[in-house]
């Protein structure tokens, strides 16, 4: 069992961030401890949303959490609200002496774009994270907006990097960049499901500090996260939200 800390959005309606994946990580006997940077009602692809910045809390919770020395074991860092919580977030990651795992996940924009209600000074914000972590999950447009589009050339930097969505001739595949590149192909499915990419995180966490082989975990991730997709399109056609309660039991 890790100690885990998610750092990430809590959206209302629906599962995703850190609601699809608290559950997750709990099921496998993670302790998990969720800080939400942001109360957010429902999805950016909506076009419009309510957001409850979460900066003080964050800040109370890092204090509290010192004194009564908790340590954690991975720390993962998705939608960031603001430079307020990014200052607050490496001012704490600085001050680590356990030496944690640190994956980041910078939530910002999909298909070619940054998400409706999303600034571009968010690409700044998680440029400046970049340091501070070891593996790194963008979608292909985060990875592009974040200059990390030259694939290849990622292999001389001292991290890991799992890029979804990408596609090339032989059709749509997860890419992990370590010491080499390596390929996990997928059936696209014809719908768009909330919350995949908070599932990719969670998933792959779970199968790398099970067997701590990078590309192992990533194709397991891919792997199981097809699995369930194909499943919920078949029982639940007409719903774009992941049940995942229904799902955690295919986790064993």
């Keep these: 069992m890790s100690n885990i800390l998610v750092i990430n959005d809590f959206v209302s309606k629906g599962k995703m961030a850190?609601?699809?994946?608290?559950?997750?990580?709990t099921y496998k006997g993670h302790q998990t401890f969720f800080l939400p940077t942001a109360l957010i009602s429902n999805d950016f692809s909506a076009g419009k949303v309510a957001i409850l910045d979460a900066s003080s809390y964050i800040m109370d919770c890092f204090k509290v959490w010192d004194e009564l020395?908790?340590?954690?074991?991975l720390i993962f860092i998705g939608y960031i609200e603001n430079n307020i919580q990014k200052n607050?977030?490496?001012d704490y990651l600085e001050t680590r002496t356990n030496n944690p795992l640190v994956i980041l996940d910078p939530i910002m924009g999909d298909d070619g774009s940054l998400y409706k209600g999303v600034?571009?000074?968010k690409i700044e914000i998680y440029k400046e994270i970049l340091p501070y972590t070891d593996i790194i999950m963008p979608n292909f447009t985060e990875a592009n907006l974040l200059s990390l589009d030259k694939h290849k050339n990622l292999i001389k930097d001292n991290k890991k990097y799992i890029i979804t969505s990408v596609y090339d001739e032989s059709g749509y595949y997860t890419l992990g960049v370590d010491k080499d590149l390596h390929k996990s192909y997928f059936e696209k499915l014809d719908l768009t499901y909330a919350g995949t990419g908070d599932l990719m995180d969670a998933l792959f966490i779970i199968y790398y500090l099970e067997n701590n082989s990078f590309n192992t975990a990533i194709d397991l991730a891919v792997d199981k996260m097809s699995e369930i997709l194909k499943i919920q399109k078949k029982l639940i056609p007409d719903s774009n939200e992941i049940m995942i309660e229904s799902y955690l039991s295919m986790l064993d």
């Design 18 to 25: 850190g609601n699809m994946m608290e559950p997750v990580l």
């Design 69 to 73: 020395a908790f340590k954690f074991d």
């Design 88 to 90: 607050l977030i490496i």
């Design 119 to 121: 600034g571009e000074e």
